[in-house]
């Protein structure tokens, strides 16, 4: 009977997808086939998917590309910084994140600020804003930072370079980055950075799993067809297995501190953390807590340290911009009579413009959120009159963006500090729509300031007293990089570190 109806379903699926293809998104320069839609080109190109669509990109007139799988899913990618804002700001409403992305990242985030849409995002949002912007808030991101500078970053490159050991850059900084967050989110210190700089073997058996789960969690959004890791999730097989294994162990860590900081209830209102502030209110649950730490987790993890691992490689290659961050920094010292390896306040870092230039520009070219998706909720028109179907997934690509000459200028390949410096010296910011790296609009990014203090701080200490070598690479050789949520480096960055002689010397 199959084979009998076979005939029939093609005819009816052949005149199905004319039908749809009138409103298909079309890629310039990309085949699509009937019944198959763009997932041959897709299924070619998925391991590379991020470096695929910027080729589209950049060779289409429009600055985006559109895909169609029949019957699994439609969507575009766009570096067009006219379809960003109209996305994430001028119609917010008709793009949340969708019931797909929201589902695949259920059982590991729940309905964190991360992972919620309408009235649950709307409450967290507003809290944790109000949160993010007090002072006290501050001044503890500012001490947590400096701390682990002091007592463990440093003490760690000091022996490095007495000893001409090779380091893992791109470790070092994951770790720096979780011991922070964790100590930002819950008031709990992982270590994994141990005082006086110890590496430990086999880090921190919570950031084990918390990478574990993030890293496998990608793969769902990986799958042409979402049944199938459903299929595996229900038979309990394979990587969902590994994952339901992993998300156990973070939620039954995150468990135990929120409880352990409900039981301390009289210290709660006096700590600073953003678990005590949402706990103090007594107005949420245990789990409703948890998932709300573990969204400020999986937001401040990786991106900080993806930032600066980028950061770290492309300044090797640039003594120049070495030498004048560090003497920018001596600058700093001087008109606030302070010395080298003294703890950097918020207002020295806030003057620190040449840095904070350069920080912005090797983002431009290597964001740490390369793409980030929406969904469409009703049919809808973009500025230049593309039709946008209901149910689509829209895509901004940061990193398209940041290599698009219609928006850089020519020279937008190169890294270049003093694009972002007016003709004070002063640092002067692009509109977001254009610098997509925090995202924009409603749901822009909560911890740019806080990722800045804490980027700004580690390279002004490091580069006051050391200059960092990459090793073992091929010159000009772009490192490749990891599907993952964040830009990361595959195989880490191996340098090594040498204490500075004077501030002019990175050689
Ligand atoms: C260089 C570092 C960082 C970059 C490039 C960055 C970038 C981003 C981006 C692209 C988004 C939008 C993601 C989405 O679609 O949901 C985002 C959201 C967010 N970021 Fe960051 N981020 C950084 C550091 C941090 C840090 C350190 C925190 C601190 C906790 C943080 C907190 C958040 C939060 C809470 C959101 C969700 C906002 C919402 O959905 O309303 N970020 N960030």
Not at 202 to 231: T, Y
Not at 383 to 396: E, L, N, R
Not at 433 to 444: L, S, W
Request: net charge neutral.
């Amino acid at each position: 009977v199959l084979f009998l109806l076979l005939p029939i379903v093609l005819y009816i699926s052949y005149h199905l997808s004319g039908a749809l293809a009138k409103k298909k998104p079309t890629t310039h320069g990309l085949k699509s086939y009937p019944l198959l839609g763009h997932l041959p080109a897709f299924l070619k190109n998925r391991h590379r998917f991020l470096d695929w669509s910027t080729e589209l990109i950049l060779r289409s007139p429009e600055q985006r590309m559109g895909f169609w799988f029949p019957g699994m899913l439609t969507g575009m990618v766009t570096g067009n910084p006219a379809d960003v804002e109209h996305v994430l700001r001028a119609n917010f409403g008709n793009y949340p994140k969708g019931a797909r992305s929201i589902s695949m990242l259920h059982d590991f985030l729940g309905g964190g600020l991360f992972n919620s849409d309408g009235e649950q995002w709307q409450w967290q949002r507003k809290n944790a804003s109000l949160e993010f912007s007090t002072r006290s808030l501050r001044g503890f991101v500012v001490d947590a930072v400096q701390t682990e500078v002091a007592d463990r970053l440093l003490p760690l490159l000091r022996r490095a370079a007495a000893a001409g050991e090779v380091l893992d850059m791109q470790d070092v900084l994951e770790r720096f980055a979780f011991d922070t967050i964790c100590v930002v989110s819950f008031g709990h210190d992982p270590c994994c950075l141990a005082d006086g700089g110890a590496l430990t073997e086999g880090k921190s058996g919570f950031m084990h799993a918390f990478g574990e789960a993030q890293d496998l969690i990608v793969g769902r959004f990986l799958e042409p067809v979402a049944a199938s890791w459903k299929i595996k999730r229900w038979l309990n097989i394979g990587t969902e297995r590994r994952l339901k294994k992993a998300i156990a162990d973070v939620h039954d860590f995150a468990m135990d501190i929120v409880r352990a900081r409900r039981e301390s209830s009289s210290s709660v209102k006096s700590r600073d953390d953003v678990l005590s502030r949402f706990a103090a209110s007594d107005e949420h649950g245990d789990e409703v807590l948890r998932d709300i730490v573990l969204s400020f987790l999986i937001a401040g993890r990786e991106t900080t340290s993806s930032a600066l691992t980028w950061f770290f490689w492309l300044v090797s290659s640039r003594p120049d911009v070495a030498a004048r961050i560090a003497g920018e920094v001596r600058t700093i010292r001087a008109s606030t009579r302070t010395n080298p390896g003294e703890p950097f306040g918020f207002d020295m870092l806030r003057d620190m413009s040449y840095l904070h230039a350069a920080l912005t520009e090797s983002m431009r070219l290597y964001p740490p959120v390369p793409i980030d998706s929406q969904s469409c909720a009703a049919d809808d028109t973009l500025p230049d009159g593309t039709h946008v179907g209901a149910g689509w997934s829209i895509t901004y690509s940061a990193y398209a963006m940041g290599r698009l000459a219609a928006v850089w200028g020519e020279d937008c390949m190169e890294y270049r500090p003093e694009r972002w410096l007016g003709e004070d010296g002063g640092f002067r910011p692009e509109s977001p729509f254009r610098y997509t790296v925090f995202h924009a609009g409603p749901r822009t990014c909560l911890g740019k300031e806080m990722a800045y203090v804490q980027m700004k701080s580690i390279v002004a200490s490091v580069l006051e007293e050391f200059a960092v070598d990459v090793v073992g690479q091929d010159t000009g050789a772009v490192p490749e990089h990891v599907l993952s949520v964040t830009l990361r480096m595959k195989g880490g960055l191996p340098v090594q570190i040498r204490r500075r002689v004077n501030s002019n010397d990175n050689v």
